[in-house]
């Protein structure tokens, strides 16, 4: 990771052939100690590398609030249309008797 430079390490294309020559050799290390492969060891190195070299990174965008008419009415439409369905219902039972 050092010789890739900081300024890529957010950029997946490059940083993934690093991070999985390091998930191979981290799984024969492991074979090769008789471990089950991934252990609490394991977990906690790539928990240590995760936080030291993409802690910084973050491609998601945080998401908006929906707007208050578009939640008012995905609420109250659903709520209001069930004593209309029910009516509906009961008053095509009592007609079939």
């Known amino acids: ?44 190195e790539f928990v240590k590398i995760h936080q030291q070299y993409f802690s910084l990174c973050s491609n998601e965008e945080d998401l908006l609030d929906a707007p208050a008419g578009v939640v008012l009415v995905s609420t109250l439409l659903p709520i209001l249309l069930i004593p209309f369905i029910v009516y509906i219902v009961v008053w095509k039972s009592s007609l079939r008797d």
């Not at 940083?15 to 394991?42: A, E, G, H, K």
């Open 1 to 44: 990771m050092s010789e890739l430079g900081e300024e890529n390490w957010c950029i997946m294309e490059i940083v993934i052939r690093y991070y999985n020559q390091l998930t191979v050799c981290m799984d024969i290390v492991s074979s090769l100690s008789d471990c089950f492969y991934p252990n609490r060891v394991v977990e906690q």
